[in-house]
C-alpha cells in the first residue's frame, strides 16, 4: 500500500543500509549458515547495488516498500533469491532501520560538528582581527555599557560552544548498535552483537533488545540538540539583522547574503539571515512534532516510529545549510567602526561615576544614586554628564574631584572590565585563546 511506503525518502539510508547488510553477513557467515562463497557474492553484489545507487541508476520498482525492501530485491536480481534470502536470517527492519538510522546520524553528527566548529573560528577570528573596535553594549535593547566588538561575538561563540559540547553527548549515545536485536526478543541463532558492533564502527551494544527496535531517543535528542542550535543561531542573526539597519548602520552584510527589493531599489534585505531566524521555528516544530507522536507508543517497535525519518533527515539538511551560511556571514560582514563609535554617549559611562566614587570610599547603593541624580541633572540642563561643571557635580556629591574627567572616557571604561569574561583587550584575547583551545580538543 503506497500509504505505507518510505522509499521515497528513506532510500537516502541506501548506503548505511548495504554496510549494516555486509556486516550481518559477516555475522552469519561466522555462524556458518553462509558458506565463504556465499559471504563473497552477497558482499559483491551489495557493492553493485551500491554503486547502482551512487550513480542514479538504480531503479525503484513498485514492490519496494522501503529501502530495506530494495536493496534485498535487487540483491536477488544480481546474484539470485537463493542466496540473497539467506540474508534477512534472523534479522528484521525493525532493527535494520535502527541500524541504518544510527549509522546516517553518526556521519551527519560529525559533519555538523565540523560546520559548527568552523562558525566559531570564523568567530574567533573576526573577534581577533576586530578587537579595537568599541560598541554600546545594549540590555532590554538600551544602551547600557560600552563593551569590545570582539566581546559582542564571543559572547554568541560561547553559546555555540556549548553546542559544541552538547553535541559530544548526542553523538555518544547514537554510537549504540541496535543490530542482532531482530523484530523485538532477539536473535534466535546467537549471532555474535558484539561483533556486529565493532565491525561498524560503534562504541557499545544496545543492552535490550526489546527497547532497541524502538528506541528514537537519539532522534528526540539531535532534534533537541538542533533546536537549541538553531535559537543561538536565529538570535545572533538578529542581532545582526537589528545592527544593520540603517537606524544603526553598525553593520553591512555582504551582497552574497543580501538581496534587493522588487519595488524598492534603495532596499537591501538581509534575507538569508532572516532565513535562518525563520527555520529555527521549523526545526523546533520538527521536535515538537516528533515528542507528540513519541509519547504515546507501546512497547516496541510501531509503524509511528517511521514518522522519525523525515523530522531528522529535514533538520539534519536545515542545520548544515544554517552553520554554512553563519560562517560566510560572518566571515563577510563589515562593521562601521566610526558609526559604533559615535553610538557610545557619556550617559553609559555613569556606572563608571559610581566605581570612581567607590574608590572614594562611598557605598556602592549610595554611588549608584549619586550617578542617578548626576545623571537627572544633566537631562534638566540638556547636556551630557561629562559637560556638568565641577562645582555642581561637588554640590551633589562633595568628594567629586577634578580627577572625575578621567572617567569619560570609553577605551578605559572597557579596559577597566579586566576580570575573566569581561570586555577589556586582555579579557577578550584570553577569551579566544580559551575557545581555540577547546576547539582541538573538542
Excluded at 43 to 53: A, N, Y
Amino acid at each position: 500500500m503506497e500509504f505505507n511506503r518510505s522509499v521515497s525518502f528513506d532510500n537516502v539510508f541506501y548506503k548505511v543500509d548495504i554496510q549494516g547488510s555486509i556486516t550481518y553477513a559477516k555475522g552469519l557467515h561466522q555462524l556458518k549458515i553462509l558458506t565463504q562463497n556465499e559471504l563473497q557474492q552477497i558482499i559483491s553484489g551489495l557493492g553493485e547495488v551500491e554503486r547502482e545507487w551512487a550513480e542514479r541508476k538504480f531503479i525503484i520498482k513498485g514492490t519496494d516498500e522501503d529501502i530495506h525492501t530494495a536493496n534485498e530485491r535487487r540483491l536477488s536480481e544480481l546474484i539470485g533469491s537463493s542466496i540473497a534470502g539467506k540474508l534477512h536470517t534472523g534479522r528484521s527492519r525493525n532493527d535494520q532501520i535502527a541500524t541504518d538510522m544510527r549509522l546516517w546520524a553518526r556521519g551527519q553528527l560529525f559533519e555538523l560538528e565540523k560546520l559548527l566548529k568552523g562558525v566559531l573560528l570564523v568567530c574567533t577570528a573576526r573577534a581577533r582581527s576586530d578587537i579595537s573596535a568599541l560598541m554600546p553594549g545594549y540590555t532590554h535593547l538600551q544602551r547600557a555599557q560600552p563593551i569590545r566588538f570582539s566581546h559582542w561575538l564571543l559572547s554568541h561563540a560561547a553559546f555555540l560552544l556549548n553546542d559544541l559540547h552538547r553535541l559530544k553527548g548526542v553523538r555518544e549515545r547514537v554510537s549504540v548498535c541496535p543490530l542482532g536485536a531482530g523484530a523485538l526478543a532477539g536473535n534466535p541463532y546467537g549471532i555474535d552483537r558484539q561483533f556486529l558492533a565493532d565491525d561498524l564502527g560503534f562504541a557499545s551494544v544496545h543492552m535490550n533488545s526489546l527497547a532497541a527496535v524502538a528506541d528514537r531517543d537519539f532522534v528526540v535528542e539531535t532534534l533537541q540538540w538542533a533546536s537549541l542550535l538553531m535559537g543561538h543561531l536565529s538570535r545572533l542573526s538578529e542581532d545582526i539583522v537589528l545592527y544593520s539597519t540603517a537606524e544603526f548602520g553598525f553593520f553591512r552584510v555582504a551582497d552574497a547574503y543580501s538581496t534587493g527589493s522588487s519595488l524598492m531599489p534603495q532596499k537591501r534585505n538581509p534575507d538569508s539571515l532572516e532565513l535562518i531566524r525563520g527555520k529555527a521555528g521549523r526545526v523546533i516544530g520538527q521536535a515538537c512534532g516528533f515528542l507528540a507522536t513519541f509519547k504515546s507508543l507501546p512497547t516496541s517497535y510501531n509503524k509511528d516510529l517511521q514518522e522519525s525519518v523525515e523530522p531528522l533527515l529535514d533538520c539534519v539538511k536545515t542545520v548544515s545549510i544554517c552553520l554554512s551560511i553563519m560562517q560566510g556571514v560572518l566571515g563577510s560582514l563589515e562593521i562601521n567602526v566610526e558609526k559604533m563609535k559615535s553610538a557610545l554617549t557619556f550617559e553609559m559611562l555613569a556606572t563608571d561615576v559610581a566605581d570612581y566614587l567607590v574608590f572614594k570610599g562611598i557605598p556602592f547603593r549610595d554611588t549608584h544614586h549619586i550617578a542617578s541624580s548626576m545623571v537627572r541633572t544633566a537631562e534638566e540642563r540638556g547636556v551630557s554628564i561629562a559637560e556638568l561643571p565641577l562645582q555642581d557635580l561637588q554640590q551633589i556629591e562633595p568628594l567629586f574631584g577634578s580627577d572625575v574627567v578621567q572617567v569619560f572616557d570609553f577605551e578605559k571604561s572597557v579596559e577597566k572590565r579586566s576580570s575573566i569574561g569581561g570586555t577589556s583587550r586582555q579579557s577578550v584575547l584570553a577569551q579566544i585563546v580559551s575557545i581555540e583551545n577547546l576547539l582541538v580538543k573538542v
